[in-house]
């Protein structure tokens, strides 16, 4: 299967903690990446791999995944972290990469 | 520092080829380990992955796509070209390149750690 599916919006209280999912038969055997997108920006690399953060992306932000899911979680989500956020990863022919649909984030 | 900008037509006509340069700073486009994707956006819709070249020159097409798509490079300019052919009111978007690493995890993670800021191309007549 070529898909990653994820939830098309989530909220969460400021402060509060909250989890981003992306499911997908290609994530039993590829890891993903996820991408935040702001307004009129282009996306950004959030997290890669397991659980792994570029430079520069503050540490309340982790990935984790198990069997054909994988998530991203923000620990005390703050104001600034309100944007779609889009998982990544290889199809299950590891030879074309796909997007999940993106999910909005609305921080309460 | 790392770069990379997007440039072609801001409007095209249906049944036309778009035709977009990806010029790159800061890598080489013939580092290993790395390739230079093809991605887009309509308005208000998610990103779709178009295509991507690697530094050997192997290339991925989006399946849905591969018909119309042709991306190549010319490593001594830096730049990255890709071509849609029969261009439709629905491929109206905003087309991003983006630095694919395929050094993560030792090399088990694909990401792509660097994006242009993305050109918008509207397909009427």
């Known amino acids: 299967s070529s898909e990653l599916t994820q939830d098309p919006a989530v909220s969460v209280a400021l402060g509060q903690t909250v989890r981003i999912t992306c499911q997908g038969d290609?994530?039993?055997?590829?890891?993903a990446s996820w991408y935040q997108q702001k307004p009129g920006q282009a996306p950004v690399l959030v997290i890669y791999g397991k659980n792994n953060r570029p430079s520069g992306i503050p540490d309340r932000f982790s990935g984790s995944s198990s069997g054909n899911t994988t998530s991203l979680t923000i620990t005390g989500a703050q104001a600034e972290d309100e944007a779609d956020y889009y998982c990544n990863s290889r199809d299950s022919s590891g030879n074309h990469l796909v997007f999940g649909g993106g999910t909005k984030l609305t921080v309460l | 520092q790392v770069t990379l900008k997007e440039s072609g037509p801001v409007l095209v006509k249906p049944t036309e080829t778009l035709t977009l340069t990806c010029t790159v700073s800061?890598?080489?486009?013939?580092?290993?380990?790395?390739?230079v994707s093809w991605i887009r956006q309509p308005p208000g819709k998610a990103l779709e992955w178009l295509a991507h070249?690697?530094?050997?020159?192997?290339?991925s097409y989006s399946t849905s796509l591969k018909s119309r798509l042709t991306i190549s490079k010319d490593t001594s300019k830096s730049q990255v070209v890709l071509t849609m052919t029969n261009m439709d009111p629905v491929d109206t978007a905003t087309y991003y390149c983006?630095?694919?690493?395929?050094?993560?995890?030792?090399?088990?993670?694909?990401?792509?750690?660097?994006w242009g800021q993305g050109t918008l191309v509207t397909v009427s007549s």
């Open positions: 070249i690697f530094s050997n020159d192997e290339k």
């Open positions: 983006a630095h694919l690493s395929l050094a993560y995890c030792g090399g088990d993670c694909w990401a792509f750690d660097y």
């Open positions: 800061g890598f080489s486009l013939s580092n290993a380990r790395m390739g």
């Open positions: 290609s994530l039993r055997s590829y890891y």
